[in-house]
């Protein structure tokens, strides 16, 4: 005699198949877009030296700023609202979200373009550059979160390998004129032609017009996730700022070189990043139950990776990172024990944070986001001044370690929170 659990046991395992296929083309597609990163990176660092190279990073870490606006205000609540949604509804959210990406990038890029005329220098050229790449870059960014939440990665994927393509003879041109902006357009104006396809991919075009309509939508979830993400990467660029202030630009250069030899396995955790909250939003539909279990599998497996990546870094020959860094491994290298020991510790918090985002509880995720972006500054700035770049990076890594406990204390709580919820609207129904 069958009993009950039989059929239920096919059905578990094609689900676990599936969610499997959605992560693999999250790491495939982040993995272009990483390797693209890492190849831009390196090639600055081999061709203008620390000091240029000091400078791009400042723009880059700006960039990231911008990013987490974009994701704040448009692909953030996308991914949460609109993860395996019909497919009409899909595409009217996309039309608006990706118009909203398109309009922060071109505001804020005519910000960036103002203020690098008035700065000058390479600097301000620089960040001239940055306001004019801006738009197709956070547009190219939005494509790649629509095309996860429909459940199809790899359109994603094909769309950053298509970026790919078009930077190769962006970067030669770029090495000819020899300068930070330049390489700086050249990764922009490949990003644009990749945000391009994009549009012919999903036969959707941007509403620039629907931006207000969809911030008006998901104000609940959009601005305070635009607060969250911005306290992140602000607390990166202060960072940056203070290590410039302390211990000079080519600091921030270090960083920046440790930072591209953990590359494979920040390819890791953002590809993995892409579809967890879509992933964790799909367990918290079909199976409430398991999604505590879901983010403590995900946390654990990316801490160890984190952690083996480091070992291997630990063992590369000086000879290696030299070829890839230049004069930057020398000053770099001394930095892999505290970086990857920063990314493992902030690898124990990503499940919460998928856990909270899937819950919709904003409030609970900002407070998180905030006190972790708190440690954070605190944590990278205090080292620099006690023990300079090798000091930030230590403090760093301890904040990480104690944002990570944060929210999962908050996950524990909204939780619990949501299970006597349950309790509750089935007693009264």
């Known amino acids: ?6 059929p239920a046991r096919p059905a578990r395992r094609a689900a676990t198949r599936a969610i499997a296929g959605r992560l693999s083309w999250g790491l495939a597609d982040q993995a272009a877009c990483s390797l693209s990163n890492f190849a831009v990176g390196i090639y600055v660092a081999r061709s203008l030296g620390l000091s240029a190279f000091g400078v791009f990073s400042l ?20 991914m949460v609202r609109f993860s395996g949604v019909p497919t009409a509804s899909w595409r009217a959210a996309v039309a608006k979200s990706s118009g909203t990406a398109l309009g922060v990038g071109a505001a804020i890029g005519a910000g960036c373009l103002v203020v690098g005329l008035g700065l000058g220098g390479h600097v301000g050229s620089a960040y001239a550059g940055l306001g004019v790449i801006l738009p197709g870059l956070l547009l190219q960014d939005a494509w790649r979160f629509s095309f996860f939440a429909a459940g199809t990665g790899q359109k994603a994927f094909v769309n950053d390998i298509v970026w ?7 970067m030669v041109v770029a090495a000819r004129v020899g300068t930070v902006a330049a390489f700086l357009l050249a990764w922009g104006v490949s990003a644009a032609v990749a945000a391009g396809y994009g549009c012919l991919q999903s036969g959707i075009r941007p509403r620039l017009t629907g931006a207000r309509e969809w911030l008006r939508e998901q104000r609940d979830l959009g601005y305070r996730y635009l607060v969250e993400n911005v306290s992140l990467s602000g607390a990166y660029q202060l960072r940056a700022s203070g290590l410039t202030a302390i211990v000079g630009v080519s600091a921030v250069g270090v ?21 967890t909250v879509a992933e964790a939003a799909r367990v918290l539909r079909r199976a409430p139950h398991r999604l505590g279990r879901f983010c403590l599998l995900l946390s654990g497996g990316q801490a160890a990776a984190a952690l083996l990546w480091g070992a291997v870094l630990l063992l590369m020959p000086d000879r290696v990172g030299e070829l890839l860094l230049g004069d930057v491994w020398h000053s770099s290298a001394q930095l892999i024990v505290p970086a990857t020991l920063s990314v493992a510790g902030a690898s124990l918090g990503i499940g919460a944070t998928a856990g909270l985002r899937a819950l919709g509880v904003a409030r609970r995720s900002l407070r998180s986001q905030l006190l972790a972006s708190l440690f954070y500054a605190g944590g990278g700035i205090g080292g620099a001044a006690v023990a300079g770049t090798v000091g930030s990076a230590w403090g760093v890594a301890a904040a990480t370690l104690s944002g990570s406990a944060v929210w999962w204390l908050q996950l524990r709580s909204a939780l619990r929170e949501h299970h006597q919820n349950t309790i509750r609207e089935v007693r009264t129904s």
């Not at 723009?59 to 996308?78: E, H, I, K, Q």
């Not at 790919?164 to 962006?170: E, K, Q, T, Y």
């Not at 930072?259 to 990043?273: C, D, M, Q, R, W």
């Open 1 to 6: 005699m069958t009993t009950p659990a039989a």
């Open 59 to 78: 723009a880059w870490a700006t960039y990231g700023v911008v990013l987490n606006v974009s994701r704040g205000l448009a692909t953030d609540p996308l």
């Open 164 to 170: 790919g393509v078009a930077l190769i003879p962006a």
């Open 255 to 275: 960083v920046r070189g440790v930072e591209l030899l953990l590359g494979p396995f920040y390819a890791v955790l953002t590809g993995l990043s892409l579809v």
